[in-house]
């Protein structure tokens, strides 16, 4: 950890704990995970309960002549046959835009949609009985490269014209203009001495989460449902669920079922409506837990893209322009895509002052499959783009690629192209030089090799032979909760009761913990906020108020948030209690170790004794600060609560002639604000930046003609350990004033810029342009497409 | 679906020869992932695991084939060959440290790769570098059948076993000199070969066996390469000498070795790639295999 830190927002009533905050307590859910016997949703089990399955389209682009539901509503063991038309409220849901039918009607718009679902008493007869509806399609051209979907006179409409409900028109959900400074014009470009010009591919990434989608819904006695499910939002989903079962929000009750990764993945619904639906129908529960080929076609995946930009600079290196253009294929459905086109319109200059600014985002409707929230949002896609354009500049001026990035990166107070002011730290020019300064891992030994140190590993491919090293640098900049006048607020209820002659704190949310390790932060935030020992966390459920998504990195600092108000509300209360009571008038108060403590006069009075019989049992909201929405045509507003920030540096070992990569070390350096968990920090930022290398040589979903080609773990790649290289962090704690405890959302900065760093690596060692990730072995020996 | 469990081999036999459209089932690595995907859905399994001597294996001299003698029962898992064996057999125990994870090499067996007969079985290019005598017993109450490796493999994943007969053992004759093997992943673990090669040196006859993998409808050999360097090796008395084998001869070899795939574009690799590898891993092992020739050549003298 470094020594910096400024702390002028934390007030000194909180009381230092070894598991209170920058402490790294264990989660609690660890050991249980590790051994295999932590509960995930896929585990549920209930008496009487039936097994739900969806019926999947084959075909990307179709229209449905007919569906034949007979001969499955008489296979024995079947409860239930659903399609469309047995919908009882509104038949369409989405996260932002409602444009997504809860079963196909009509036209079937990507690979895997589903069309109708089954209740049966085992999974078995579940899947006999889909075997038998009969489908009748017209098979439709497919519109998937975006030469055909901005043509939609020549090549059709995803939606057509009298359906379309994105924000924009013909397969385009969403655009978004960033213009500042002068724009981009001839005189501007006039300024610079040196353009550079690049077109960048990025492929479709998944989340690959482990725990399938899953989930179990309990028909209840007064007519509403019970869900058990693993997502991300339980109060988002239930605003979806709700309408299309015909239910008062109220009769739909939504509990956190063990949650196996999200990533982004379980942002919008997969199964949650179908087993609703099902549960309705047949008044039992219904579980449904898809396959592992079912769940590539069950989630939304990250946007692929295709990014053109064009840099102009000084010849003393000082940027003067970029002219970019990100084009994102969001897929049949609009889920996050609006949302993803403003941050990578608005992040996608990087962390760079650049006076004149004309980018353009849009995403893009299409027969591909749908894609929506991935950890990096937008941002992952242009740090891609915006970093190689950096290396291409620096060597094109032959100015050291890390000393350019410092030379332009931004700093407190400067502004976004988006016109906003960044008003807390932006140590972009810091990060990287203690990532820099890390020591390089040593050469590789060919005295003695390990096949395990080299590219190929225990495949056996190379004895030393072709190993070439590189080494590249990268940095990005994401934004931390939800942007452009999204009012994402949390909330929290903390409970302190006596419990066997102790003071206990209980906390209460509906955040989903996805692993991201918020069920331990609150337990550390109510230690050092209330001087407790125990502190209980309340299973997450939909009976307190929204603690919206995890996700945007946005959890400990709004839910966090959240806990920390509801907690000092409680300390105000009690201290008045005690003040009332005892006739305190110290100024000086704390609680310490289960006591109430004057800062001057000492230990005052147990706080077990203090509370006695009663509980002080309050609900707090955490709102961040205001945001406005990006101003269509110029991009300009105060669009994000912040900015977070963090450098990779990747060494590679590249096999050159088989195209085989290893990364040897990937070491980043991080500004967190405060590390309310270091232990938590340090892995989320190994862990971010693992995912990033998946991207960087592996990951992609592998689409032709909309059709999925790889859904399986044995054809989409993700890093094993001999994949995974060591990875120093260093850690940065530089308050920002306007977040609880200074702290700065950690979780998605790390996949941006470790994706360019190891490209960049490669590059050094291979000498090629790559302009595209992942990088497969073809694209370094010239050998595919 | 029935699920079989004989006890003893004869059972085995008997249960085949009853259900012939029954899937032999041993680690399962391969046939329940097939089952969980629903790619398969056979009438029933048999299963071997009650079968003890499947998971054994013996060294021995046996009819028809030359030398010392593996014969390795079809369920003795890859991390035991790559344990017990790597002398022996040194480049099946390569490739069997190249099959999936340390938990598949537990419990995953040549038995396996060969009753599924897929391309990409890591096995193949081993056995079939290992020399023509590669004799897999194949049994069914009718009797046994000594088939050569070379006429074991005859489509995509069809091998020319009857269907009341199963595989109960494989006879590899212990390496007479240097064996390796190379395999091409997209990551650096737990990887279906984008393409393999299997190659052994067989200074007894004089030959040099090859296999290759996943870049062609089966696994198969590269006849010309395995006849163009033996030929070199003979013509030029390297055997004896011990020499250098020389860059042009290792280039033309890697390049015979790509002529004899007839690899596909896929969503592993591309055809292209998958020629241009065969040569690069063709050379490369061929390199390091004639090394550890000559080292031992020198070290014997």
Request: charged letters at 20%; a negative charge; hydrophobic letters at 40%.
């Amino acid at each position: 950890m470094s020594q910096i830190r400024t702390e002028k927002n934390l007030q000194n009533i909180t009381t230092a704990h070894p598991d209170g905050i920058g402490g790294s307590p264990l989660r609690p859910d660890g050991i249980l995970k590790v051994k295999g016997e932590f509960a995930y949703s896929s585990d549920m089990w209930h008496e009487d309960m039936l097994w739900g399955m969806a019926l999947r389209s084959p075909h990307a682009h179709a229209k449905i002549l007919s569906v034949d539901i007979t001969e499955a509503v008489k296979h024995p063991g079947v409860q239930a046959v659903m399609t469309y038309d047995d919908i009882p409220g509104s038949k369409f849901y989405g996260l932002e835009i409602k444009d997504q039918p809860a079963l196909a009607t009509g036209k079937i718009r990507y690979h895997g949609e589903a069309i109708a679902i089954v209740a049966a008493d085992h999974p078995e007869t579940a899947r006999r009985a889909l075997a038998k509806i009969k489908v009748e399609y017209e098979l439709l051209p497919t519109i998937t490269t975006e030469e055909q979907c901005l043509d939609p006179e020549t090549h059709g409409y995803v939606h057509e014209p009298s359906e379309y409900k994105g924000h924009a028109s013909g397969n385009i959900v969403h655009s978004q203009k960033v213009i500042s400074g002068l724009g981009v014009t001839d005189e501007v470009r006039a300024l610079a001495d040196v353009v550079i010009k690049g077109d960048y591919v990025v492929g479709m990434q998944d989340q690959a989460f482990l725990g399938p989608e899953s989930g179990m819904a309990v028909p209840a006695e007064d007519g509403g449902i019970d869900l058990y499910i693993a997502t991300q939002w339980l109060h988002v989903d239930r605003e979806q669920i709700a309408p299309v079962l015909g239910l008062p929000e109220n009769k739909v009750r939504l509990t956190l079922a063990g949650v196996g990764g999200a990533f982004g993945g379980r942002e919008d619904l997969s199964m949650q409506i179908h087993a609703c639906l099902l549960a309705q129908r047949t008044g039992k529960p219904v579980k449904i837990v898809y396959s592992r080929e079912e769940s590539f076609f069950g989630h939304v995946h990250r946007h692929p893209a295709k990014l053109t930009y064009e840099t102009g600079a000084t010849r003393d290196g000082k940027l003067v322009y970029c002219d970019a253009r990100i084009v994102l294929d969001g897929g049949a459905y609009a889920s996050a895509s609006p949302a993803v086109v403003g941050n990578a319109a608005s992040l996608g200059m990087g962390p760079y002052e650049i006076p004149n600014v004309n980018m353009l985002a849009v995403a893009l409707y299409s027969n591909n499959p749908s894609c929506g929230a991935m950890r990096g949002f937008g941002a992952v896609q242009a740090c891609f783009a915006y970093e190689a354009q950096m290396d291409k500049l620096a060597a094109a001026l032959d100015i050291d690629p890390v000393e350019l990035r410092q030379l332009n990166a931004v700093e407190q107070g400067s502004i976004m192209p988006t016109g906003q002011e960044i008003d807390s730290p932006a140590p972009v020019a810091e990060l990287l030089r203690r990532v820099k300064a890390l020591p390089l891992p040593p050469a590789l030994d060919t005295t003695h090799l390990d096949v395990r140190d080299i590219p190929g590993a225990l495949s056996n491919t190379s004895h030393g032979e072709g190993i070439v090293r590189g080494v590249g640098y990268a940095v990005g900049i994401k934004n931390v909760g939800f942007s452009e006048g999204f009012d994402d607020y949390s909330t929290a209820r903390v409970r302190l009761e006596v419990i066997g002659g102790e003071p206990v704190a209980m906390v209460h949310t509906a955040m989903a913990e996805v692993g991201q390790g918020g069920v331990t932060v609150h337990g550390q935030i109510a230690r050092t906020e209330l001087g407790v020992e125990r502190v209980t966390i309340h299973p997450a459920n939909t009976e307190v108020g929204s603690a919206g998504s995890t996700s945007a990195s946005r959890q400990t600092y709004m839910t966090g948030g959240a806990v920390k108000l509801a907690a000092e509300a409680v300390r105000n209360e009690l201290l008045a209690l005690g003040r009332k009571r005892y006739g305190w008038d110290y100024n000086d108060l704390s609680l310490v170790g289960g006591k109430v403590v004057s800062a001057s006069a000492g230990a005052l009075v147990p706080i077990a004794d203090l509370l006695g019989d009663s509980a002080i049992d309050l609900t707090r909201e955490h709102h961040h600060r205001p945001t406005v929405p990006f101003d269509k045509e110029t991009g300009q507003g105060f669009g994000h609560v912040q900015y977070t920030f963090c450098a990779h540096r990747a060494v590679v070992d590249v096999d050159v002639e088989l195209g085989l990569v290893k990364v040897v070390e990937l070491a980043a350096a991080q500004d967190v604000g405060k590390a309310l968990n270091p232990l938590s920090v340090v892995g989320q930022i190994q862990g971010g930046s693992t995912q990033g290398l998946g991207l960087a040589v592996m990951e992609e979903i592998v689409v032709k003609d909309g059709k999925v080609r790889n859904p399986s773990f044995t054809d989409y790649l993700i890093p094993t350990i001999l994949d995974t290289p060591p990875q120093p962090v260093d850690v940065l704690e530089l308050a920002d004033e306007h977040a609880p405890y200074g702290l700065r959302g950690v979780g998605e900065a790390p996949t941006l810029s470790s994706t360019p760093a190891v490209v960049a690596a490669i590059r050094q060692a291979t000498g090629l342009a790559l302009n595209r990730v992942p990088v497969r072995p073809e694209h370094l020996t010239g050998t595919g497409e | 679906m029935e699920f079989l469990r004989p006890a003893t081999w004869d059972e085995a036999l008997a249960a085949k020869a009853e259900h012939p459209s029954a899937l032999p089932i041993s680690g399962g690595t391969d046939v329940m992932v097939e089952l969980n995907f629903d790619r398969h859905r056979p009438s029933a399994l048999l299963d071997l695991n009650r079968i003890s001597e499947l998971t054994a294996w013996e060294s021995g001299r046996f009819e028809g084939q030359e030398g010392e003698v593996i014969r390795l029962g079809a369920a003795v898992p890859y991390a035991r060959i790559t344990r017990e064996l790597s002398r022996e057999l040194p480049g099946l125990a390569l490739a069997g440290n190249t099959v999936g994870s340390p938990q598949i090499r537990n419990r995953g067996s040549v038995g396996g790769n060969l009753g599924g007969a897929s391309p990409a079985g890591d096995a193949h290019p081993a056995l079939l570098a290992a020399g023509r005598d590669v004799l897999v017993e194949a049994e069914s109450v009718r009797g046994t059948r000594l088939i050569p490796i070379d006429e074991f493999y005859v489509g995509v994943k069809r091998n020319s076993l009857e269907p009341d007969e199963l595989i109960r053992a494989v006879r590899i004759p212990v390496a007479d000199g240097p064996q390796q093997f190379s395999k091409i992943g997209t990551r650096n673990a737990m990887v279906i070969a984008v393409c393999a090669f299997g190659i052994a040196l067989h200074p007894k006859n004089g030959t040099v066996g090859t296999g290759i993998g996943s870049a062609a409808p089966t696994p198969r050999r590269a006849v010309e390469a395995e006849e163009f360097i033996a030929g070199e090796l003979a013509e030029r008395g390297l055997w004896e000498s011990g020499a250098l084998i020389g860059p042009a001869a290792i280039q033309r070899f890697g390049e015979l070795v790509t002529a004899a795939a007839s690899p596909i574009d896929d969503v592993r690799g591309t055809a292209a790639y998958r020629r241009h590898a065969l040569a690069v891993m063709a050379r490369r092992t061929l390199t390091w295999t004639w090394n550890e020739y000559t080292q031992s050549l020198r070290s014997a003298a």
